[in-house]
């Protein structure tokens, strides 16, 4: 069973910008499509954006597209979350997922938390007005 572990998470500035890491404990991770997701206090969680296990696709949310941007490191075993421009609104703990193969979503398909089977335990990302 995979293992994720995000980080990166802080108190940034409103139009600033951070990074967010996603550190997974096992190589056949890269067999994994990977998602983000957020969760603020009394809402919903929600989906941020997703990349395909090669890397070759990327989906985001209405809410953060044009301004976050997902990308994974094979190597490494981690996959990064940018986010730029930030705002108020984007307040939230941040977390990411995994989707092992055989998914059985596709595309935007894959938006709701119950398409992914391994989490972690998120990481706090504030944002300052």
């Known amino acids: 069973q995979v293992q994720l572990v995000e980080s990166g998470g802080g108190l940034v500035q409103a139009g600033g910008s951070l990074r967010l890491s996603c550190a997974a404990s096992?190589?056949?991770?890269?067999?994994?499509?990977m998602g983000w997701f957020r969760q603020a206090p009394g809402k919903e969680r929600e989906f941020v954006g997703r990349i395909s296990w090669s890397s070759d696709m990327t989906y985001y949310g209405d809410s953060v597209k044009g301004r976050f941007t997902i990308s994974r490191d094979i190597a490494a075993n981690t996959v990064y979350l940018q986010m730029t421009s930030l705002k108020p609104e984007d307040t939230a703990v941040y977390y990411c997922a995994a989707d092992p193969p055989p998914s059985y979503c596709s595309g935007y398909g894959c938006s709701l938390p119950t398409n992914y089977d391994y989490w972690g335990q998120g990481t706090q990302v504030t944002v300052s007005s």
């Open positions: 096992e190589r056949t991770f890269r067999s994994y499509a």
